[in-house]
């Protein structure tokens, strides 16, 4: 990039007039040809359709079945080929995968070449004449634009519904970004334009993130979600200000409203702006950025104040279910693991919550892999000052020191009656009393089994546990002495 910095003109009146509305008409022209091309192809298809279903219709008047043969010929060779290209594209098969992953990595390839321009250059680079033979970036660039216009094109014909795919936000992005490149191409200029759009592939980094099983908490991704949704509009908004003041009021003869100020600038005045600070040190001179800055200060407003309050209560649940549970002062408390769902909560909390068996100060601690969902934070707010959740896994050294197992009272892992795979269940059960057995050998341990089980499912644990002297019960509810 450096080597190709010295082939911009400073002064874009050496080329000539400036031809960004060729640039935009471009991107402009491009979606209407998709348009267009969508319309002509489904009324083309109609016809045909039309034509080939009249003598169908003749042989079944007159009283002749159409046959196998005529059935086959109805099949479209269109439908085919999307099918195919749908199988190729799609998220659940690896070929898909690898698409989207190389889709993301050239988006943000293209993106860092424009970071690379716009934090070096201000007014220069808003249009320039280029020698594109020797600009690195540009060809780079150009490259990149190439495949991802074959991607777009792939997944313009596998796509269910073509029509919602061509407003998508993806084309969107592709129409203000691709073809540009190639009239830079034709006219040996280059524009700022709006490849700040590239942004847009921040919000996939979930999604990829899923794909690659780094993170599979549905809370953690929500919260990545919201998180690249406020960067992206940003980033975007940034990229919108700095073309607009740079360009200034073009239509005027002595250009006005025009500013030089770097795209990281105009980050900052996007960031003071979406958090309602609003200092004022920074703030656009042209017409349409002004213009641009007041549907941004409305959906900056709708934005914060529906993410920052998400944003707040996915922190503090996270904060919530996973810090240590701290035992107050002549407090006992029990441990409980297993199938832990809002029906087996109701019923222990129910059983253990009743009068005659309150008279010592008791917390129930449950112990799940899984986050709490809705009804189950609901009812944990009902019966919060002697029930505790903690996100875990009792196989794990620092979850056995988060429960304070050392200190329980007795340990209760709670059969699932409904198991698909009984003997894995088995196993768990197994692994799980031997490892809270290995941080309290004193510690009393009870496995609650289906009374009608006809499976031999736990025909292994009586024994194991009997012979540490714990107890093995067969009945619903819990009986606590």
């Not at 043969?69 to 195919?84: D, G, H, P, Y």
């Not at 196989?395 to 200190?407: P, S």
């Not at 768990?428 to 309290?440: I, R, Y």
Request: net charge positive.
């Amino acid at each position: 990039m450096d080597h190709g910095a010295s082939t911009i003109a400073p002064d874009v009146t050496q080329c000539g007039q400036r031809m960004w509305p060729v640039f935009l008409a471009s991107c402009l022209v491009f979606a209407a040809v998709m348009g267009l091309g969508l319309a002509v192809a489904r009324l083309i298809w109609a016809i045909r359709d039309y034509r080939r279903s009249k003598p169908r219709y003749k042989l079944v008047a007159d009283g002749r079945s159409p046959g196998p043969n005529k059935l086959r010929e109805q099949a479209s060779c269109m439908s085919t080929v999307k099918f195919i290209v749908g199988e190729f594209m799609s998220a659940s098969t690896f070929s898909g995968k690898a698409v989207a992953f190389l889709e993301f990595g050239l988006g943000m390839t293209v993106l860092f070449i424009y970071y690379a321009r716009v934090s070096r250059y201000t007014s220069a680079t808003v249009e320039s004449c280029v020698i594109w033979s020797e600009r690195l970036d540009l060809q780079i660039e150009f490259v990149c634009n190439i495949i991802l216009l074959c991607i777009f094109i792939l997944r313009f014909i596998g796509a269910m519904d073509t029509l919602e795919f061509l407003i998508s936000l993806d084309a969107i992005v592709t129409y203000f970004t691709i073809p540009p490149s190639f009239v830079t191409v034709i006219l040996s200029r280059d524009w700022i334009g709006l490849r700040c759009l590239r942004a847009c592939h921040l919000l996939s980094i979930p999604r990829y993130v899923f794909y690659s099983r780094l993170i599979r908490k549905a809370t953690l991704l929500r919260l990545m979600h919201i998180c690249t949704i406020v960067a992206t509009v940003i980033l975007v908004a940034a990229g919108i200000f700095h073309l607009l003041d740079l360009t200034g009021d073009d239509w005027v003869d002595n250009v006005t409203g025009k500013q030089e100020k770097t795209y990281w600038e105009w980050v900052y005045m996007s960031v003071v702006t979406l958090s309602t600070v609003g200092y004022g040190d920074i703030s656009p001179k042209s017409t349409l950025g002004q213009v641009f800055c007041v549907m941004f200060i409305i959906g900056a407003l709708a934005l914060f104040a529906s993410s920052i309050p998400e944003i707040h209560g996915i922190i503090s649940n996270l904060q919530k279910f996973t810090k240590p549970y701290r035992p107050a002062r002549g407090t006992q408390h029990i441990i409980v693991s297993g199938n832990i769902t809002i029906e087996t909560m109701r019923s222990l909390v129910n059983d253990l919550s009743r009068p005659d068996r309150r008279q010592r100060k008791l917390d129930i601690v449950f112990v799940n892999p899984e986050e709490p969902d809705i009804e189950m934070k609901s009812f944990l707010k009902e019966v919060q000052t002697y029930v505790r959740y903690v996100e875990g896994s009792l196989l794990h050294a620092a979850c056995l020191q988060n429960t304070k197992v050392h200190e329980a009272e007795a340990y209760l892992h709670l059969a699932n009656r409904r198991s698909d795979d009984p003997e894995k269940d088995d196993s768990t059960t197994l692994l799980t009393v031997a490892s809270v057995k290995s941080a309290n050998p004193y510690l009393r341990c009870v496995v609650q089994i289906l009374q009608s089980s006809t499976k031999s499912q736990f025909s292994s644990i009586p024994g194991f546990l009997m012979k540490r002297g714990d107890a093995v019960i067969c009945f619903k509810s819990w009986n606590w002495r």
